[in-house]
């Protein structure tokens, strides 16, 4: 079976604005993004979405607490400062994608805190022997299997 060209490129925008943010490098962040189409960059946020939950699930397995998600909201908005987000913003949408509830920030925002988030919560959970992109690889396999399993 062959993959669809947009699930592929998608991934890959994803990918790169992982790797763009984690360097830093917002507006290489944003580059990535402007050159996927609209249904690609809408498949590439859901699939960081889904990335950000599983990876949560992999720090917290017992579950994420109000203040659970508080800290990570800080730690983000702090190491991830160049990107101008407050604790408050990436804790409403932590907490609104945790609890699968509709964002309620700006879309511009809620596109930005989904590879922010996602490249330093991939970067932070990934095992110390273990690469960041391997262990991205690891979580999308689970992310795949489960959205198989839902099919």
């Not at 890959?12 to 189409?37: I, K, P, Q």
């Not at 991939?122 to 960041?132: F, I, K, L, T």
Request: net charge negative; hydrophobic share 45%.
């Amino acid at each position: 079976m062959a993959l669809d060209p947009k699930l592929v490129r998608a991934e890959a925008g994803m990918r790169h604005a992982f790797a763009c943010a984690g360097d830093e490098a917002g507006d290489e962040v944003f580059a990535t993004l402007r050159g996927l189409s609209d249904e690609e960059l809408t498949i590439a946020v859901n699939l960081a979405r889904l990335v950000i939950n599983e990876v949560l699930k992999d720090v917290e397995p017992e579950g994420l607490t109000d203040e659970d998600i508080d800290g990570y909201a800080q730690d983000i908005s702090e190491e991830m400062a160049w990107a101008k987000f407050g604790a408050g913003s990436v804790a409403t949408y932590l907490r609104e994608l945790v609890r699968g509830e509709q964002p309620t920030i700006d879309d511009p925002d809620t596109v930005a805190l989904s590879f922010v988030s996602g490249a330093y919560l991939v970067a932070g959970a990934a095992p110390e022997d273990q690469n960041w992109t391997d262990y991205l690889d690891h979580v999308l396999d689970r992310v795949i299997d489960q959205v198989q399993a839902d099919l």
